[in-house]
């Protein structure tokens, strides 16, 4: 077993062993059930993760298995709350619980899609043809609208025809990087989550 | 928060108003039951609805969607009246001894200066009296007519209790008791916080609301204490980061974007680096050019020199009463002056005010982005006639509508590393656990490659504004997919001789020797490594602080404004409740806000004001220097305050082909939106044990309604506004109690959102009821208190 995390790991195994030492005198069924916990999870590879619906900030673990193997996708087959956070203290709500759904979820888009001008359906387009014709795009917009000077002469150069807009669970890093991305292309409509 | 979740348990009277934790933070709500059972702290809500949070409260008191501030203005009223703030706090931490200038009043609905042909207001007369010196003159007594302490007084002397009810729609008794409890905590020995979340900020009117609970903690000496101070919950995993990281007008660390009037990086300087206003105030944005200038220096790298303004002309500038926030830009793109919108994991069809003009305006693009985990109503908006059944109807049909889009499959936050912010200000770092799925790709392979494209056509082609474009550094080792480490250290920022990351904001220069993304985050990931991913449990104060656990901006600072918790000589208010202290020469505790070594008389306990204290009295905000009551831009009633000015002055007024306000002759019924617990916002309807346990769309109507319209539990009802129009089953309730208002009956109804014409369970659209009205600071709009009629289906 592995413990993904930047501070140290442990071992579940020896969590295990100490919760089912300390009731082991009385008629605890916390060792069987113990037991069958271990069975469930001995084997993957947890991770320290964050719970991505509100700002309580619940840290959560995830367990994965199948990443030790070559040519085998790596899936989630469990996610719980991590019992050290000082904020949810191994707790989750009913949201948060479910988390594994969330993840592992046949909905999930996982190619691009596109829609011509005036099409009924998403067609499947490969990612080089996406990033060539949104590049084009863009370009063509900036090309034609861009100002370099407002109506008084004084340097502006921004882009007003185009807005960006931006997730709540981006993480400081990709909004920062989209600041950087906006900044670059000149856009001064830009918010995200927060205004709403 | 200016404290956070674990601090709640330190608090001995709770308000929760404007939230309901117990169904929307169930987790952040065990704090307050914390509280409860080891401190018998009384919990107070003041809810339209008979909440979860109400059923687990000592005092609920009902209230009609949009009046806070008028509660809050006669907590304000009963705290002046009956003596009980805590005078010292007041005298020594806020502006209450300072002296306005000759000829500042309030009348009728406007605050002096108010100039109807501009629709706002010339604010001279709301400026501080300043001596020879430049500083503020001041009555420590607080007793001249035009110190703030007086002023104060007199604006709130109109929020009486009975004037109060009269609004809210309470009782006089049912205030009163709250009041008693809230004020209770205006002593040394006792503190109260606020938790609050949308129905704050989702109004007309929010900033001001917010201000007023400032005022009112302020007076009572619960800022900066353990078991106090404004605490935002915030409803998404990381609008708090994203908010610190900028919007249309910041820059990242509340830096404000240029204006097109400040022609060089000076002129942006002296107009953005504010200047103290009293003797000891240290007034920590003094520093704002070593900030902006270590800003650019990340931002354009080499590009950036002295002599070039370190690349200042690159940034887009606005012009001076521009705006290009949410509101406005919406507004433009359906008119057709918008030609592409990028959409990184937003669903503004689904959650933004007003559904049809949000659709109307996106049909008018040439080309739509979207970047996303599952298809949304936004990335779909053009199949909204299809799939959204009767609501759309008069939507064009697809082949009518020529936007080119794009719908680009995204990593989801198991599948990406990177920090979130909760509502406590913790940056918590969180690690990849397994590849994205299918072709899906991390947002920053996304960002740079979009990025990167665009350059090299600029390289080969050339173009208009290709100089920005291509000064912007992107200098990572792998430029095309930066690891999120990498950014990181960007952001926390480095000494650029010596490649040290900085330990904090005070290392950073102006000269350029200095690099950092982010002013406040300096000290996330320093030369010890990435502090955002610490685990220690370790609480030695005991007051729920855990300093090393994750980090918390700023300068890892757990409890803001914790000066403010000792009185003027250092000693703690609350002995047992003291998150500094002062050995006679450095204080220990909680990260100090306030200068480390800096002995407790000799500066101001609010570091980041010119003040140097808290504001009760500010004269920087658009709609006046206190928070006034103004009805929501649809009302059953007229501002009973003042009639002829009865919503707020300032809130920006759209006049397209889908703004239209409702009144109460055609819609007499106040609506409100909320969360249910068994759902994320327009996310779990993909999920199949949140659509589970709730599948379907409701309408909650009060029984004394259901009653007058004929309507049974169960029955289909049909709300509408203005705007649109919803139908769901009915759910007839007893939680949310008629009000009386000017002598009427006043009935609210209740509307959950969740739903929409994509996902696992579909359902209407609850805004496609609401206005496009906003507040005039922040943009958010109006979702809590619209006028709608109600009808069987």
Same mark, same amino acid.
Not at chain 2, 502 to 526: F, H, P, R, V
């Given at each position: 077993?592995?413990?993904?995390?930047?501070?140290?790991?442990?071992?579940?195994?020896d969590?295990?062993?100490?919760?089912?030492?300390?009731?082991?005198?009385?008629?605890?069924?916390?060792?069987?059930?113990?037991?069958?916990?271990?069975?469930?999870?001995?084997?993957?590879?947890?991770?320290?993760s964050?719970?991505?619906?509100?700002?309580?900030?619940?840290?959560?673990?995830?367990?994965?298995?199948?990443d030790?193997?070559?040519?085998?996708?790596p899936?989630?087959?469990?996610?719980?709350?991590?019992?050290?956070s000082?904020v949810?203290?191994?707790?989750?709500?009913?949201?948060?619980?479910s988390?594994?759904?969330?993840?592992?979820?046949?909905?999930r888009?996982?190619?691009?899609?596109?829609?011509?001008?005036?099409?009924?359906?998403?067609?499947?387009?490969?990612?080089?043809?996406?990033?060539e014709?949104?590049?084009?795009?863009?370009?063509?917009?900036?090309?034609?609208?861009?100002?370099?000077?407002?109506?008084?002469?004084?340097?502006?150069?921004?882009?007003?025809?185009?807005a960006?807009?931006?997730?709540?669970?981006?993480?400081?890093?990709?909004?920062?990087?989209?600041?950087?991305?906006?900044?670059?292309?000149?856009?001064?409509s830009?918010?995200n989550?927060?205004?709403? | 928060?200016?404290?956070?979740?674990?601090?709640?348990?330190?608090?001995?009277?709770?308000?929760?108003?404007?939230?309901?934790?117990?169904?929307?933070?169930?987790?952040?709500?065990?704090?307050?039951?914390?509280?409860?059972?080891r401190?018998?702290?009384?919990?107070?809500?003041?809810?339209?609805?008979?909440?979860?949070?109400?059923a687990?409260?000592?005092?609920?008191?009902?209230?009609?969607a949009?009046?806070?501030?008028?509660?809050?203005?006669?907590?304000?009223?009963?705290?002046?009246?009956?003596?009980?703030?805590?005078?010292?706090?007041?005298?020594q931490?806020?502006?209450?001894?300072?002296?306005?200038?000759?000829?500042?009043?309030?009348?009728?609905?406007?605050?002096?200066?108010w100039?109807?042909?501009?629709?706002?207001?010339d604010?001279?007369?709301?400026q501080y009296?300043?001596?020879?010196?430049?500083?503020?003159?001041?009555?420590?007594?607080?007793e001249?007519?035009?110190?703030?302490?007086?002023?104060?007084?007199?604006?709130?002397?109109?929020?009486?209790?009975?004037?109060?009810?009269?609004?809210?729609?309470?009782t006089?008794?049912?205030?009163?008791? #709250?009041a008693?409890?809230?004020?209770? *905590?205006?002593?040394?020995?006792?503190?109260?916080t606020?938790?609050?979340?949308?129905?704050?900020?989702?109004?007309?009117?929010?900033?001001?609301?917010?201000?007023?609970?400032?005022?009112?903690?302020?007076?009572?000496?619960?800022?900066g204490?353990?078991?106090?101070?404004?605490?935002?919950?915030?409803?998404?995993?990381?609008?708090?980061?994203?908010?610190?990281?900028?919007?249309?007008?910041?820059?990242?660390?509340?830096?404000?974007?240029?204006? +097109?009037?400040?022609?060089?990086?000076?002129d942006?300087?002296?107009?953005?680096?504010?200047?103290?206003?009293?003797?000891?105030?240290?007034?920590?944005?003094?520093?704002?050019p070593?900030?902006?200038?270590?800003?650019?220096?990340?931002?354009y790298?080499?590009? +950036?020199?002295?002599?070039?303004e370190?690349?200042y002309?690159?940034?887009?500038?606005?012009?001076?009463?521009?705006?290009?926030g949410?509101?406005y830009?919406?507004?433009?793109?359906?008119?057709?002056?918008?030609?592409?919108?990028?959409?990184?994991?937003?669903?503004?069809?689904?959650?933004?005010?007003?559904?049809?003009?949000?659709?109307?305006?996106l049909?008018?693009?040439?080309?739509?982005?979207?970047?996303?985990?599952?298809?949304?109503?936004?990335?779909s908006?053009?199949?909204?006639?299809?799939?959204?059944?009767?609501?759309?109807?008069?939507?064009?049909?697809?082949?009518?509508?020529? *936007?080119?889009?794009?719908?680009?499959?995204?990593?989801?936050?198991? !599948?990406?590393?990177?920090?979130?912010?909760?509502?406590?200000?913790?940056?918590?770092?969180?690690?990849?656990?397994?590849?994205?799925?299918?072709?899906?790709?991390?947002?920053?392979?996304?960002?740079s490659?979009?990025l990167?494209?665009?350059?090299?056509?600029?390289?080969?082609?050339?173009?208009?504004?290709?100089?920005?474009?291509? !000064?912007?550094?992107?200098?990572?080792?792998?430029?095309?997919?930066?690891s999120?480490?990498?950014?990181?250290?960007?952001?926390?920022?480095?000494?650029?001789?010596?490649?040290?990351?900085?330990?904090?904001?005070?290392?950073?220069?102006?000269?350029?020797?200095?690099?950092?993304?982010?002013?406040?985050?300096c000290?996330?990931?320093?030369?010890?490594?990435n502090?955002? #991913?610490?685990?220690?449990?370790?609480?030695?104060?005991?007051?729920?602080?855990?300093?090393?656990w994750?980090?918390?901006?700023?300068?890892?600072?757990?409890?803001?404004?914790?000066? #403010?918790?000792?009185?003027?000589?250092?000693?703690?208010w609350?002995?047992?409740?003291?998150?500094?202290?002062?050995?006679?020469?450095?204080?220990?505790?909680?990260?100090?806000?306030?200068?480390?070594?800096?002995?407790?008389e000799?500066?101001?306990?609010?570091?980041?004001?010119?003040?140097?204290?808290?504001?009760?009295?500010a004269?920087?905000?658009?709609?006046?220097?206190?928070?006034?009551?103004?009805?929501?831009?649809?009302?059953?009633?007229?501002?009973?305050?003042?009639?002829?000015?009865?919503?707020?002055?300032?809130?920006?007024?759209?006049?397209?082909?889908?703004?239209?306000?409702?009144?109460?002759?055609?819609?007499?019924y106040?609506?409100?939106?909320?969360?249910?617990?068994?759902?994320?916002?327009?996310?779990?309807?993909?999920?199949?044990?949140?659509?589970?346990?709730?599948?379907?769309?409701?309408?909650?109507?009060?029984?004394?309604?259901?009653r007058?319209?004929g309507?049974?539990?169960?029955?289909?009802?049909?709300?509408?506004?203005?705007?649109g129009?919803v139908?769901g089953?009915?759910?007839?309730?007893?939680?949310?109690?008629?009000?009386r208002?000017?002598?009427?009956?006043v009935?609210?109804?209740?509307?959950?959102?969740?739903?929409?014409?994509?996902?696992?369970?579909r359902?209407?659209?609850?805004?496609?009821?609401?206005?496009?009205?906003?507040?005039?600071?922040?943009?958010?709009?109006?979702?809590k208190?619209?006028?709608?009629?109600?009808?069987k289906?």
């Amino acid at each position: 077993m592995k413990f993904n995390s930047a501070a140290g790991s442990f071992s579940r195994r020896d969590f295990v062993r100490a919760a089912a030492l300390a009731t082991a005198y009385g008629f605890s069924l916390e060792p069987a059930r113990a037991a069958v916990r271990e069975l469930k999870i001995s084997r993957t590879t947890q991770t320290h993760s964050v719970c991505p619906y509100c700002a309580v900030g619940c840290s959560v673990i995830i367990h994965t298995l199948g990443d030790k193997a070559r040519n085998i996708q790596p899936t989630v087959v469990h996610i719980e709350g991590d019992p050290e956070s000082p904020v949810n203290r191994g707790t989750l709500c009913s949201k948060g619980i479910s988390l594994k759904e969330f993840v592992v979820n046949e909905r999930r888009l996982t190619r691009p899609l596109y829609r011509a001008p005036g099409a009924s359906e998403w067609t499947a387009i490969s990612w080089d043809e996406a990033f060539e014709k949104m590049a084009r795009r863009m370009k063509d917009t900036r090309d034609r609208t861009f100002e370099e000077k407002d109506s008084q002469g004084r340097t502006v150069n921004r882009l007003t025809s185009v807005a960006l807009i931006g997730g709540c669970t981006d993480t400081n890093e990709i909004n920062y990087l989209l600041g950087k991305f906006r900044f670059a292309l000149g856009i001064l409509s830009y918010e995200n989550q927060s205004r709403l | 928060m200016t404290n956070g979740w674990t601090d709640v348990s330190n608090a001995d009277v709770i308000l929760v108003m404007g939230g309901n934790p117990a169904e929307n933070h169930p987790v952040g709500f065990r704090f307050v039951m914390e509280a409860r059972r080891r401190r018998k702290a009384k919990l107070v809500c003041v809810d339209p609805r008979f909440t979860r949070t109400a059923a687990v409260s000592d005092c609920y008191v009902p209230m009609r969607a949009g009046t806070d501030i008028a509660f809050l203005g006669g907590l304000i009223h009963y705290i002046l009246e009956n003596k009980l703030w805590l005078d010292e706090y007041v005298k020594q931490h806020t502006n209450a001894p300072f002296l306005v200038k000759e000829g500042f009043g309030f009348s009728e609905g406007h605050f002096t200066g108010w100039d109807e042909s501009q629709g706002g207001y010339d604010r001279s007369s709301w400026q501080y009296e300043l001596d020879t010196s430049g500083h503020v003159r001041v009555d420590p007594t607080l007793e001249h007519p035009r110190s703030v302490f007086q002023l104060l007084r007199q604006h709130y002397s109109r929020y009486t209790p009975d004037a109060v009810a009269n609004i809210v729609g309470c009782t006089k008794e049912e205030f009163l008791r #709250a009041a008693a409890l809230i004020a209770s *905590t205006g002593k040394p020995d006792r503190t109260g916080t606020i938790l609050y979340a949308l129905g704050w900020t989702q109004h007309s009117h929010a900033v001001q609301l917010i201000r007023a609970a400032a005022i009112l903690q302020l007076l009572l000496g619960n800022i900066g204490m353990p078991g106090g101070g404004v605490n935002a919950q915030r409803g998404h995993a990381n609008i708090q980061g994203s908010t610190d990281m900028g919007a249309w007008n910041m820059l990242p660390g509340y830096l404000k974007l240029p204006r +097109a009037n400040q022609l060089t990086l000076q002129d942006y300087l002296k107009a953005n680096t504010p200047r103290a206003l009293r003797p000891n105030a240290w007034n920590y944005w003094s520093n704002t050019p070593k900030f902006m200038v270590s800003l650019l220096k990340a931002y354009y790298g080499q590009n +950036a020199t002295a002599q070039n303004e370190f690349g200042y002309q690159n940034l887009p500038k606005t012009g001076e009463n521009e705006n290009w926030g949410w509101a406005y830009f919406f507004d433009r793109m359906s008119r057709g002056e918008l030609e592409g919108l990028i959409s990184f994991g937003m669903n503004p069809v689904a959650n933004g005010p007003n559904t049809a003009k949000m659709l109307a305006a996106l049909a008018k693009l040439k080309w739509l982005i979207v970047v996303e985990n599952f298809e949304t109503e936004t990335a779909s908006f053009w199949k909204a006639r299809k799939l959204g059944d009767k609501f759309y109807t008069g939507f064009a049909s697809p082949a009518q509508i020529q *936007t080119e889009c794009f719908l680009l499959p995204a990593a989801c936050f198991a !599948e990406k590393d990177g920090s979130f912010v909760n509502s406590s200000r913790w940056v918590q770092w969180k690690r990849a656990a397994l590849p994205p799925p299918g072709d899906a790709k991390t947002d920053q392979e996304i960002i740079s490659r979009l990025l990167l494209d665009l350059k090299s056509l600029y390289q080969k082609e050339g173009g208009r504004g290709a100089k920005p474009l291509l !000064e912007m550094s992107w200098d990572y080792a792998n430029p095309a997919h930066p690891s999120l480490d990498e950014v990181a250290r960007e952001i926390n920022g480095r000494h650029l001789s010596s490649r040290q990351q900085l330990k904090a904001s005070s290392e950073l220069q102006e000269d350029g020797s200095t690099m950092c993304g982010n002013w406040i985050y300096c000290g996330s990931w320093t030369e010890e490594g990435n502090q955002m #991913a610490r685990r220690g449990q370790e609480d030695p104060t005991g007051l729920g602080l855990y300093p090393n656990w994750a980090w918390s901006w700023p300068a890892n600072r757990r409890i803001l404004y914790n000066r #403010a918790s000792a009185d003027r000589e250092g000693k703690p208010w609350d002995a047992r409740r003291a998150p500094l202290r002062w050995d006679g020469s450095q204080w220990s505790g909680d990260t100090p806000d306030y200068k480390g070594d800096a002995s407790p008389e000799s500066l101001g306990a609010f570091i980041m004001l010119p003040e140097g204290v808290a504001k009760l009295y500010a004269a920087d905000f658009l709609e006046g220097p206190f928070p006034e009551h103004y009805e929501p831009a649809e009302s059953p009633v007229k501002n009973p305050l003042h009639q002829e000015v009865s919503t707020n002055p300032l809130a920006p007024v759209f006049h397209g082909e889908f703004d239209r306000l409702g009144e109460a002759k055609d819609f007499p019924y106040v609506a409100i939106t909320y969360r249910l617990t068994e759902h994320f916002h327009y996310w779990t309807k993909h999920v199949a044990s949140g659509s589970e346990l709730q599948t379907n769309f409701f309408v909650e109507v009060p029984e004394e309604l259901a009653r007058e319209k004929g309507i049974r539990a169960g029955d289909r009802v049909r709300v509408r506004s203005a705007r649109g129009f919803v139908e769901g089953p009915a759910l007839v309730t007893k939680r949310i109690r008629p009000l009386r208002v000017e002598g009427r009956t006043v009935y609210q109804i209740g509307i959950p959102i969740h739903w929409g014409f994509v996902g696992r369970v579909r359902g209407p659209l609850v805004n496609n009821l609401t206005p496009s009205v906003f507040d005039p600071n922040s943009g958010t709009p109006e979702y809590k208190g619209f006028l709608v009629n109600l009808e069987k289906a």
